[in-house]
């Protein structure tokens, strides 16, 4: 059973970049989330993904937008980088059938907006 | 007033001291409650879901108080390899699985 990969790990960006993260969701999981974690804070969910569609979305301005694909992995797109986006970004993949049994997470992509 | 508050350490412990995390929560609508464990640098991982009879994994204790809406985990016996941030969560939704996480509170644990 392969876990929840992410990709790239690191990532250089200058301001008002955009740029797309991926994540590969583990076998048998069908909902990707994702999460924003900033230094020395706890992670801030920007949201989910159900069956190719947002299923839940947090405090995040609309640049921040994502896709689900029939494979159940996912992508997370940033338009028009700040700063402030510099942040440690997470992806974590659950099985949600009436219930969610819980999430697995990635290692994350370490996003730095110069 | 945050969604998740919970101690703002960081908590500095011998090896074998018992430390106590204390959380809690805003919305009385939120339906679980967790314990993660981050090591620097790395993703969080599951340590313990928290139930409202309590419960207990080996040297870990995690209590819910719904009616004071407290969260609290206790860890006994500590060791080197239990420094980390533990951050406390909640799950508001049940089909919206959507986690709400604390700050986390650094644990060090010297030899």
């Known amino acids: 059973e392969t876990g929840v990969t992410q990709s790239p790990t690191h990532l250089i960006k200058t301001r008002g970049q955009q740029v797309t993260l991926r994540c590969s969701s583990q076998?048998?999981?069908?909902?990707v989330s994702w999460y924003q974690q900033a230094l020395g804070q706890g992670p801030q969910f920007i949201f989910q993904y159900y069956r190719e569609e947002e299923n839940g979305r947090g405090n995040f301005p609309p640049r921040f937008s994502g896709l689900q694909f029939p494979n159940y992995s996912s992508e997370l797109n940033v338009n028009a980088l700040e700063l402030d986006d510099s942040a440690l970004y997470l992806c974590a993949s659950s099985l949600l059938d009436g219930f969610n049994y819980g999430y697995t997470f990635g290692s994350g992509t370490r996003l730095t907006v110069v | 007033r945050k969604e998740v508050e919970q101690d703002p350490g960081p908590f500095n412990v011998p090896e074998g001291a018992t430390v106590a995390f204390n959380c809690t929560y805003s919305n009385s609508a939120s339906q679980s409650f967790f314990w993660y464990r981050q090591d620097c640098r790395k993703e969080p991982k599951l340590l313990m879901s928290v139930y409202s009879s309590g419960n207990e994994d080996g040297r870990f204790t995690a209590q819910l108080n719904r009616a004071s809406q407290y969260i609290s985990l206790l860890i006994r016996d500590s060791k080197l390899s239990d420094s980390a941030t533990y951050l406390c969560?909640?799950?508001?939704?049940?089909?919206?699985?959507?986690?709400?996480f604390g700050k986390g509170t650094l644990l060090t644990v010297n030899p």
């Open positions: 076998s048998g999981h069908n909902t």
């Open positions: 969560v909640v799950n508001r939704g049940v089909s919206n699985y959507k986690l709400t």
